[in-house]
């Protein structure tokens, strides 16, 4: 499947089958390497990069749809957990897979900020891959161990400027959506953390509930279940209208932060040089998903909505990122922020 591959058996943290129907009966169904025609595509399972770890967000999003997706394309989708660096290892990956359609990367927020934080990034967002369109925009959520002393958004901006040199801030690794957001509180509130890197917000999540870590950012798609349990403490939404799911939670901008709105823009991609009509094949399977109830309803639930069928392609995915590769490098340079 893969033209190189980099990323050792070890960071592959988990392969989950996310939708078994019908293979087409030309291949059993199996990865053999004879990826087919474009015109007969797909004629094998279709392998989904997530570049975090399994059970965080972007890979909850990432199963959600794509079963809808199998199903519209008379296909299995294999989804591989590929983590590292802030989602960079398994986007490079991705980036040296073959070109046939059968290896399709999410990727979220990311993508448009390691060109600016990574000084030997391996791959280039806009040239080395071909975009199927964006997936969703999810709010994030500043929520701390439920333990943790203050009580409102504003008590968290005093004590952690008080305690700076013992809080701990947990995220996904430098250029993860959750890394971000952190740069933006400790940019705003003028304070420098410890940071703890994870692979992912999934475990980073587990740690918040278990005590060792103080406190994150991080996409409600993750953090909606342990908020409402009571299981962490939430302070704060980062987009300007609260979130419909977390009717109680103040916006950064209601509690004096305004200068702190991030949403986590996801988006579907494969290798630069993929046949068009595979790619036109997963854009019309995406907005078959998008447009799906289940999908829609347990979007909903997690404090999110799929975007509009018209950012489900491959035109409007390209714009979007082009525009944040902008966007963020200006953000990263004036916070003087570097990878490597
Ligand atoms: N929420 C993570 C981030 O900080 C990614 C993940 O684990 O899905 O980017």
């Given at each position: 499947?893969?033209?190189?591959?980099?990323?050792?058996?070890?960071?592959?943290?988990?392969?989950?089958?996310?939708?078994?129907?019908?293979?087409?009966?030309?291949?059993?169904?199996?990865?053999?390497?004879?990826?087919?025609?474009?015109?007969?595509?797909?004629?094998?399972?279709?392998?989904?990069?997530?570049?975090?770890?399994?059970?965080?967000?972007?890979?909850?999003?990432?199963?959600?749809?794509?079963?809808?997706?199998?199903?519209?394309?008379?296909?299995?989708?294999?989804?591989?957990?590929?983590?590292?660096?802030?989602?960079?290892v398994g986007a490079g990956e991705v980036a040296r897979a073959d070109p046939d359609g059968y290896t399709?990367?999410?990727?979220?927020?990311?993508?448009?900020?390691?060109?600016?934080?990574?000084?030997?990034?391996?791959?280039?967002?806009?040239?080395?891959?071909?975009?199927?369109?964006?997936?969703?925009?999810?709010?994030?959520?500043?929520?701390?161990?439920?333990?943790?002393?203050?009580?409102?958004?504003?008590?968290?901006?005093?004590?952690?400027?008080?305690?700076?040199?013992?809080?701990?801030?947990?995220?996904?690794?430098?250029?993860?959506?959750?890394?971000?957001?952190?740069?933006?509180?400790?940019?705003?509130?003028?304070?420098?953390?410890?940071?703890?890197?994870?692979?992912?917000?999934?475990?980073?999540?587990?740690?918040?509930?278990?005590?060792?870590?103080?406190?994150?950012?991080?996409?409600?798609?993750?953090?909606?279940?342990?908020?409402?349990?009571?299981?962490?403490?939430?302070?704060?939404?980062?987009?300007?209208?609260?979130?419909?799911?977390?009717?109680?939670?103040?916006?950064?901008?209601?509690?004096?932060?305004?200068?702190?709105?991030?949403?986590?823009?996801?988006?579907?991609?494969?290798?630069?040089?993929?046949?068009?009509?595979?790619?036109?094949?997963?854009?019309?399977?995406?907005?078959?998903?998008?447009?799906?109830?289940?999908?829609?309803?347990?979007?909903?639930?997690?404090?999110?909505?799929?975007?509009?069928?018209?950012?489900?392609?491959?035109?409007?995915?390209?714009?979007?990122?082009?525009?944040?590769?902008?966007?963020?490098?200006?953000?990263?340079?004036?916070?003087?922020?570097?990878?490597?």
């Amino acid at each position: 499947m893969r033209r190189t591959s980099r990323a050792a058996a070890g960071i592959i943290a988990a392969i989950g089958v996310v939708s078994l129907v019908a293979a087409c009966s030309d291949n059993g169904g199996g990865g053999s390497g004879n990826s087919g025609t474009a015109s007969n595509y797909p004629n094998q399972n279709i392998t989904f990069v997530v570049p975090f770890s399994a059970g965080g967000p972007t890979d909850t999003v990432t199963r959600m749809i794509a079963e809808p997706m199998g199903k519209k394309l008379s296909a299995q989708i294999v989804v591989q957990n590929v983590e590292g660096a802030g989602g960079t290892v398994g986007a490079g990956e991705v980036a040296r897979a073959d070109p046939d359609g059968y290896t399709v990367l999410m990727h979220h927020i990311g993508m448009s900020t390691a060109p600016a934080l990574y000084a030997n990034l391996d791959y280039k967002p806009l040239d080395d891959f071909e975009m199927v369109g964006l997936v969703t925009e999810v709010p994030m959520t500043i929520v701390a161990r439920k333990d943790f002393p203050p009580a409102t958004f504003q008590d968290l901006v005093t004590y952690v400027k008080a305690n700076a040199d013992k809080v701990t801030l947990a995220n996904a690794g430098i250029g993860a959506a959750s890394h971000l957001c952190g740069l933006l509180f400790q940019s705003a509130a003028g304070v420098k953390l410890q940071e703890v890197p994870y692979q992912g917000t999934g475990p980073a999540l587990t740690d918040l509930v278990g005590g060792q870590v103080d406190f994150m950012c991080d996409q409600t798609t993750n953090t909606t279940g342990q908020i409402t349990a009571g299981e962490v403490k939430a302070y704060a939404v980062t987009t300007p209208e609260r979130v419909k799911s977390l009717p109680d939670v103040p916006t950064t901008t209601e509690s004096g932060m305004a200068d702190l709105k991030v949403a986590v823009w996801h988006g579907l991609y494969v290798p630069k040089g993929t046949p068009p009509e595979a790619v036109q094949k997963l854009s019309e399977a995406l907005k078959v998903a998008l447009a799906d109830q289940a999908v829609i309803d347990q979007m909903a639930k997690l404090g999110t909505a799929p975007v509009p069928a018209t950012d489900a392609t491959p035109e409007a995915h390209r714009a979007k990122l082009d525009e944040q590769l902008k966007t963020w490098a200006k953000i990263i340079a004036d916070a003087g922020v570097k990878a490597s």
